[in-house]
């Protein structure tokens, strides 16, 4: 259920690409590395509360990865 305790809606792969910012691929694969997802036949479905989830995640643990790197005056520098 979301925040106002109305059911949430699965979506495809595609739509959460879209809402995510990221390829239909990359939301296939996480779901393959173990992101909660649901398929039927051969469609993944997912809420997008498990992909928030994922993503907070995924970024908490890999936060570092996109910090720059202290600056350093070059010899002599100033």
């Known amino acids: 259920m979301n925040q106002?305790?109305?059911k949430e809606r699965k979506i495809t792969a595609k739509e959460a690409a879209?809402?995510?910012a990221v390829s239909?691929?990359?939301i296939i694969r996480w779901?393959?590395?173990g992101m909660r997802h649901w398929k039927l036949d051969r469609k993944?479905?997912?809420l997008q509360s498990d992909i928030d989830t994922w993503m907070d995640r995924l970024f908490l643990r890999?936060?570092?990865v996109h910090e720059l790197p202290q600056r350093?005056?070059?010899n002599g520098g100033r």
């Open 4 to 6: 106002e305790g109305q």
């Open 18 to 20: 879209k809402n995510n």
């Open 24 to 26: 239909a691929k990359t």
């Open 31 to 33: 779901a393959e590395a």
């Open 44 to 46: 993944y479905m997912f």
């Open 62 to 64: 890999n936060g570092n």
């Open 72 to 74: 350093t005056a070059a």
